[in-house]
């Protein structure tokens, strides 16, 4: 099944036309390996390299009757061969052929996404360091806590991304893995060295064991990294939707000048592709879940994995990059409101120094539940009159005698709060 959201070039993996163009691929290589061992003539050999070819209509019309899609392949194959079609398929059973292709395909969709993901760190690096000094209130449960930057925000996005980088690169290395052993993987009717030869030039990497197929814990691996990069956009899109909030506004998603955000509301700017991303991921980690049921199967083989997988596969991978084509958009094109940071932050009455306070009547002596109980105080004061935090702890005869007369205003000094933001960047590798 190919999602609606396919990209040209992850589309072209999963067409119909590419696997059986693999399948025949594959076929001829084993006839190459029979060849050099002295099993098959080398002119058949030729012959088929050179006229072997499938009609995907005359496929389709086969397996109406034949209800097996790869004799319905070999059929039309031999229809465009002679005598040399019985080295065909020779000692194979139908898994050999399609395993090995979907791995070639998982293979290839993962390269997409590697790249899609490299893309990604870049964007979120140079996001970084644009606004590694820019300073915003930071949230716990949807309240304000303390000032982080935006910069740390891309910083934390940016070190996720790279995580996923290796996971992906790790999963396309376990899903890289080809098998031509035959009927229940014993090579009884094949030679190991037909597998050799046939993953060498495929440049993937024979299944030390298997039996009549290559086994779905490798599927589910892969399918598990593509869930977790699903979920870390999800993530990011779901913070960016947060901090678009008209109560909030300090980024928005891009909104271009035709573009309309409400059949009713004329005013309406919507984070609609992140909304969009949101929503995808569900539909990955969903996908997750079949996957991970694939696993079990009856004895050597059974082909409950092979209906679900025809549809959670493609559309894992094409989802995942759409997402991260669409989540690169949304960085390049990203408003941001430094003064709405501001201004938010102003809103807390200062509220965010009531730890520095705290600690520092702590250094002065206090017990941490005296010094707790002191700010705590103060805190609610300010919180329920709506008045300054900081005018009202200057005011405070029971926090003022432990400090000197001008100790305490230099501990509202917002900047305070990014003073290790260069110290952790270069813990990252985020050069200025």
């Known amino acids: 099944?190919?999602?609606?959201?396919?990209?040209?070039?992850?589309?072209?993996?999963?067409?119909?036309?590419?696997?059986?163009?693999?399948?025949?691929?594959?076929?001829?290589?084993?006839c190459q390996a029979w060849a050099e061992l002295g099993e098959i003539p080398p002119e058949a050999v030729k012959k088929i390299e050179k006229d072997a070819a499938f009609d995907i209509n005359r496929i389709k019309k086969i397996e109406e009757k034949v209800k097996h899609d790869l004799i319905a392949f070999l059929t039309s194959v031999a229809e465009h061969l002679g005598s040399e079609a019985r080295y065909i398929h020779f000692g194979l059973t139908s898994s050999d052929?399609?395993?090995?292709?979907?791995?070639?395909?998982?293979?290839m969709a993962g390269e997409i996404i590697i790249q899609d993901l490299e893309k990604l760190t870049k964007v979120l690096e140079k996001k970084a360091r644009e606004h590694q000094g820019t300073l915003m209130m930071g949230?716990?449960?949807?309240?304000h806590a303390e000032p982080i930057s935006l910069g740390l925000k891309f910083a934390l996005w940016y070190e996720e991304s790279k995580r996923n980088l290796e996971l992906m690169r790790r999963a396309k290395e376990i899903i890289s893995c080809g098998k031509i052993s035959g009927a229940v993987g014993t090579y009884a009717h094949l030679d190991p060295r037909v597998e050799e030869y046939v993953c060498r030039r495929l440049d993937l990497t024979p299944c030390l064991i298997s039996n009549q197929i290559i086994q779905r814990d490798r599927h589910a691996q892969y399918l598990s990294a593509l869930a977790i990069v699903a979920s870390s956009l999800g993530k990011f899109a779901l913070e960016i939707r947060g901090l678009h909030r008209t109560e909030i506004k300090e980024v928005e998603e891009g909104f271009s000048k035709k573009q309309k955000g409400s059949s009713a509301m004329p005013h309406k700017r919507n984070p609609i592709v992140c909304e969009r991303i949101c929503g995808l991921a569900r539909l990955v980690r969903s996908n997750l879940q079949t996957a991970l049921e694939n696993i079990s199967l009856w004895g050597e083989r059974d082909i409950s994995h092979s209906s679900s997988e025809r549809v959670i596969i493609p559309d894992?991978?094409?989802?995942?990059?759409?997402?991260?084509?669409?989540?690169?958009?949304?960085?390049?094109?990203?408003?941001?409101?430094?003064?709405?940071?501001?201004?938010n932050m102003a809103k807390s009455k200062g509220l965010f120094y009531s730890q520095r306070i705290m600690l520092e009547?702590?250094?002065?002596?206090?017990?941490?539940?005296?010094?707790?109980?002191?700010?705590?105080?103060?805190?609610?004061?300010?919180?329920?009159?709506?008045?300054?935090?900081?005018?009202?702890?200057?005011?405070?005869?029971?926090?003022?005698?432990?400090?000197?007369?001008?100790?305490?205003?230099?501990?509202?000094?917002?900047?305070?709060?990014?003073?290790?933001?260069?110290?952790i960047f270069d813990r990252l590798g985020i050069l200025a």
């Open 316 to 343: 894992s991978t094409i989802l995942v990059d759409y997402m991260l084509t669409k989540s690169i958009e949304v960085l390049n094109n990203l408003f941001i409101y430094p003064e709405h940071m501001k201004k």
């Open 361 to 423: 009547l702590v250094k002065k002596g206090l017990s941490r539940e005296k010094a707790y109980g002191l700010v705590q105080r103060v805190s609610l004061k300010s919180w329920q009159e709506d008045k300054d935090f900081q005018q009202l702890i200057e005011q405070d005869k029971q926090i003022r005698r432990y400090f000197k007369e001008d100790e305490l205003e230099s501990f509202f000094d917002p900047k305070y709060y990014l003073r290790w933001v260069d110290h």
């Open 1 to 30: 099944m190919i999602s609606r959201y396919t990209l040209p070039r992850m589309g072209k993996i999963w067409k119909e036309e590419e696997k059986l163009r693999l399948w025949l691929k594959i076929e001829i290589l084993v």
């Open 97 to 107: 052929v399609v395993d090995t292709a979907l791995a070639l395909q998982m293979k």
């Open 139 to 143: 949230r716990t449960h949807g309240v």
